[in-house]
């Protein structure tokens, strides 16, 4: 037993673009409780930023809610997974020294049109996994802070991710892990570390980054100024976790090829296991190291997936409750519209797009709106056009050859009945919900419980589905009309682009 006869848990930071998620787990990964503290990115125009504080308030205040709920346990160990290339510079102190650049943040189109003309596209690909180089690319946004905030550049000690800077935070050191560092352009898949050409070509100075561990390695003993903040004790094991994809990839048991994961978070992310990717000329998707050594995933990745129905709940349905029971809501209102949304459509593209088309001008547009459409129809063309998403993402992944044999749902949308069937019936797939919906936390908890010896190295959990949707025949023709005017108005629209 731990102090006081507690039994142990293993806390999950899960720093996403909206908000942290604080999660404790027994060493079996059952959820005890979760904390879910929201906050607000700065958005103008192609700039994204967020204050440094408001990361850090939030597992503050996260962990002391989440602690409260589990007074009969204490956090034996502690794993972080955030959202990767999110970039901060530091001083000495690991104080930022400007706002965070968010990953959707897209400045950085000069310099990555510099890149462009000295890194060659395929060589780009084939050694960092990434389908193109663009404003967003952390590589291209250290070009800008060198050009655009040279004195900030040079008084930088380290430059750092989100999950980097968290970590530092807990134990005082800057270090990394591979499987975020995957998301830079400038870690090489094939040497499991830094690619010096690409730095070079950039210009940027390596010692400026941090050390790169392995995911799930212990970084150090929570000191007692982040045990302060916590409300923890100090000494408590801090470990390396893996970029949010990957840690739920990994706890959805996304280990082998034919198990898929889906994940409706912020964004829109399926993920596919394979030993040997392919880095296939003309059909690019992003290609991440695995939380495991040796191993690789498959990302199709569309940047505003569950992203897209928060935005449509906080626009446009300010009178519903806030949090989960808006959502509820939502999900009652979708469930009386018909498949097809009688003829409305969404491009769900509302910060570019990436896959299955990269064009990072495309914005979102609804189409086919008449005057008998509700704000119902609205809401369920937002799901539904999330759904056409991941028809499109599973055709990908068929032209690369990599099987789909099982298919697990991860993220706050799998917390929707009516969306998993949406998805269901315009795939025409079984849909596996996964009796947590907080697989992101569940693997970084994982990945601690590993590195700090509460787990069996290499073990994984038994997956328990909440439920399986299957595909409804009878609105498979619906679909099918509905799919087809989508992809019909991407196409016609993309020239305005």
Known sequence: MMKNDRKPCIAALDVGTSSVKVCLFTPEMEMICRSVQEYAIDARGSWVEADGEIYLKAIRDGMKEAVQHAADYAVAAIGVTTQGETLVPVDLEGRPLRPFIVWLDDRAGEQAQRLKQTLEEMEFYRTTGLPEISGALPLAKLMWLRDEEPEIYRNTHKFLLVEDFLLYHLTG???SEKALQTSTGWFDLHSD???EKGLAAAGIDGDKLPEIL???EKVGPLTEAAAQMLGLEPGIPVVTGAMDQTAAALAGGCIQPGTVTETTGSALVLAACTDKPTF???????????????????????????MALRWFRDQFCRDLPGGEAGYDAINEMVSGIPAGCEGLTFLPFLSGSVDPDSCPEATGCFFGARLSTTRAHFARAVMESIANLVRDFFEMLEMLGCPVREVYSLGGGSRSPVWLQIKADVCGRSFRAMKSSEATAMGAAILAGWGAGIIKAGKLPQRAPAGCYEPDGTHRESYEKAYAQYKKLYSAIKPLY
Do not use: D, M, Q, S
């Open 173 to 175: 050191r800057f270090v």
């Open 214 to 216: 392995e995911c799930g």
């Open 193 to 195: 570390g830094l690619w």
């Open 280 to 306: 296939a000329k003309g059909h690019h998707v992003t290609i991440y190291r695995h939380a495991l050594p040796g191993k690789f995933i498959y990302l199709p990745i569309g940047n505003t997936g569950g």
